[in-house]
């Protein structure tokens, strides 16, 4: 017998007499695509910049980490692509407001969010040229040796 999913009131808390068993929010990947995609167009309808717990929160999860569940864990295969999909939608939006010259109050922000919630990084390239240098002061290990050669 299949037990119906505990709608959860705005403050994201089950109702009275919920038995704790937490079920599935979502068992079809089509509905939740296109609730996010819904929300993603109102956010930017009103002027807002979506965000991935603003995601999570327009499709019912009390966490941002529940949403990501469906990105990663067993027995959510067919979930994987629409949240993949929607969070890239999210970055698209993100990563264009760095480079809209009205928003460069917020780049600090949106660097941040780039960096923490989508993995970009900074990255530094460092080239290095050896022209007969002498170097002094420095003690060489070789590490098949316990002794040390100055």
């Known amino acids: 017998m299949k037990k119906e999913i505990a709608l959860r009131d705005k403050y994201g808390r089950f109702p009275e007499g919920h038995d ?3 079920q ?3 068992s079809d990947p089509e509905k939740m ?3 996010g995609m819904q929300y993603i167009e109102q956010t ?4 807002r910049t979506p965000t991935t717990t603003g995601l999570a929160l327009a499709l019912g999860f009390r966490s941002r ?3 990501l569940i469906y990105q990663k ?3 959510y295969e067919g979930f994987f692509d629409v949240v993949c999909f929607l969070k890239m939608q999210i970055e698209d939006i993100l990563e264009s407001r ?3 010259n009205k928003n460069n109050n917020t780049i600090a922000g949106t660097i941040f969010v780039l960096k923490n919630g989508y993995q970009w990084a900074d990255r530094q390239e460092v080239m ?3 022209k007969n240098l002498n170097l002094t002061g420095f003690t060489l290990v070789n590490p098949n040796e316990n002794e040390r050669t100055n």
């Open 20 to 22: 704790g068993v937490i």
């Open 24 to 26: 599935k929010r979502f």
């Open 33 to 35: 695509l296109e609730m």
């Open 44 to 47: 930017k309808g009103v002027g």
């Open 65 to 67: 980490q529940s949403l």
């Open 73 to 75: 864990e067993p027995g």
């Open 98 to 100: 760095l480079l809209d």
């Open 128 to 130: 290095m040229e050896s």
